[in-house]
């Protein structure tokens, strides 16, 4: 039966889900040759069918080699894909002949089961590699396990599930199910292997099967507010595009002739561009997507009544135990309260459960591990990965690098020594990073980094080394840069690793490989602190003095 929550997340998906494609060499038509009720896919029926559910349906029925290469790309755009096993593709007259000749054996030769469908998805699996899709198997073979086995097989790393015919790669879900012959009654075909008899899916289960099974993997208050706002941009193309129209051209122009730095109106507009997005979400209150009752409901669903232990500051227990009930009840008065001072709302609610120094003492432990209240057990070994997570999203400025794209040398960015292993944070002011000559010779201003495994840190890289910000005056170093045709001082990709080379006598002198780059008030952050370092004021005084000023 499903959830609240579960419910809540369908109709989040439903709303973002718009596009269903299919590719089968045996599509039909009403009214057209004789048909195979097994193998043969109704595409009249097909599109009937999404069509009452508000979907987009396409069914591609592929005649040569380039026809796979065009749905690749189509694939690549679509929310679900529905790919047949067995394509069989006619890619001249003399293959044509051959077939008519021996049409078991040469069929056989020219066309192996599964090889399209593979390669499809294969390229499904390159494109969206850190992505999210549902490829579905639509076939009419039976060995549904054997063919689950073999995309396995084909994709390094993916798991599967045997018993649900079931391909995971990261985000990616490959389910393998079986045609109807979208008659009533049994299915004969399954009558040796019953077991798969809740494979076979008829044409108008297609578009709820599919929905539920896009919702397993979004069901999340991030990811339904993710949906929520891609589909809320999506239906608001028209307004957007109306804003930014084509009569704005001559006043941009004439503001990028005005400004002294031209490239500057580039930047303008991306900043007002995400700006608008800002706008229209908080406009068409996407945030509800998250609001209090939203979290009631992913509670019931996520949240197991258990019992923990209550820990000192170091992590450990009391001898004897101390425990309290974790239930929805208790994070949602943590959540909700309105009280402001933290450690106050901490304390408050859980010396009641033990007693004020163990819940002082509880308060210090939870300040770096306070997840462990908001998980269950079975998710404990997987705390620092969740965490870290997040907080990449909220310091990274790089969540998304497109392929061909390089990144250019500027405050925020930080960098890792070939030669000494050692981490740098550029804090050269952005304005001091561009408008560079190409090939002139510019100085870059970077603070070390130190790499740390327990204690305070700064932030986390995207292989999770933790970084501390070494603040002392006499710790900044100096680095010469050439400039780019562009401007900028732009990393060179070695080996699949960008990196940065600096400009000084000996062709042996230090490279530095990019490591991230941190969003812009992190960054300006560490530039203020650094800043106030300098400011200090250190005196030899009457030390009675000294402790008088407080």
């Known amino acids: 039966m499903s ?164 391909v995971d790669y990261k985000k990616i879900k490959i389910l393998v199910r079986a045609k109807s012959n979208n008659e009533d009654g049994e299915d004969n075909r399954f009558t040796h292997i019953p077991h798969l008899r809740d494979k076979v899916i008829k044409y108008e289960e297609l578009p709820e099967f599919l929905l539920s099974e896009f919702t397993k993997l979004t069901e999340g208050l991030l990811s339904n507010f993710a949906l929520k706002s891609l589909s809320t941009l999506r239906a608001n193309t028209s307004k957007i595009l109306g804003l930014y129209n084509k009569k704005l051209d001559h006043a941009y122009l004439e503001h990028k002739s005005a400004i002294p730095s031209t490239e500057d109106a580039e930047h303008l507009i991306i900043e007002i561009f995400k700006d608008s997005i800002g706008d229209l979400l908080h406009y068409k209150q996407v945030q509800n997507q998250i609001s209090k009752g939203i979290v009631k409901s992913w509670m019931n669903d996520k949240i197991d009544k258990v019992t923990l232990s209550f820990k000192k500051k170091d992590g450990t227990e009391y001898t004897p135990e101390a425990t309290f009930t974790r239930d929805k009840e208790l994070l949602l008065s943590l959540l909700y309260s309105e009280e402001q001072d933290v450690q106050k709302k901490y304390i408050d609610i859980f010396t009641p459960l033990a007693s004020k120094g163990k819940a002082e003492e509880f308060v210090k432990h939870l300040k770096l591990n306070n997840i462990e209240l908001f998980i269950n057990p079975s998710d404990l070994p997987n705390k620092a990965e969740l965490i870290s997570e997040f907080a990449k999203l909220t310091h990274h400025k790089n969540v998304f690098l497109p392929v061909g794209s390089k990144p250019i040398l500027t405050l925020g960015t930080v960098l890792k020594s070939k030669l000494t292993g050692n981490y740098l944070i550029c804090i050269q002011q952005k304005c001091d990073s561009v408008r560079i000559l190409s090939g002139e010779q510019r100085k870059f201003l970077f603070l070390p980094l130190e790499a740390v495994t327990t204690g305070n840190f700064n932030f986390i890289t995207h292989d999770n080394v933790k970084l501390k910000l070494g603040k002392k005056s006499y710790g900044i170093r100096t680095l010469k840069f050439a400039g780019a045709k562009d401007g900028v001082v732009k990393a060179v990709l070695l080996n699949g690793k960008f990196i940065f080379k600096q400009i000084y006598a000996n062709k042996t002198d230090e490279k530095f490989e990019w490591v991230l780059d941190l969003k812009d008030l992190h960054s300006q952050r560490i530039v203020a602190d650094y800043a106030a370092t300098l400011s200090r004021v250190g005196l030899d005084e009457s030390e009675w003095l000294r402790r008088s000023l407080g």
Request: proline residues 1%.
């Open 3 to 166: 959830s609240l929550f579960f419910n809540k997340s369908k109709a989040v998906a439903d709303d973002f889900m718009q596009s269903v494609v299919f590719l089968d060499d045996r599509v039909y038509q009403r009214n057209g040759n004789e048909q195979d009720a097994i193998h043969d896919l109704d595409a009249f029926e097909l599109t009937k069918t999404f069509a009452a559910k508000k979907k987009i349906c396409a069914v591609y029925d592929p005649q040569s080699k380039s026809d796979i290469e065009n749905f690749k790309t189509i694939a690549s755009k679509a929310d679900v894909v529905v790919l047949d096993w067995f394509i069989e593709i006619e890619e001249n007259d003399a293959v044509v002949e051959n077939l008519e000749e021996d049409d078991e054996a040469d069929a056989e030769d020219q066309t192996v089961r599964g090889t399209y469908t593979k390669e499809i998805i294969e390229n499904i699996v390159k494109i969206n590699n850190d992505g999210l899709k549902v490829v579905l198997v639509y076939t009419g073979e039976t060995d549904l396990e054997g063919i689950a086995t073999e995309i396995h097989n084909t994709i390094p790393a993916s798991t599967l599930d045997t018993v649900n015919c079931q």
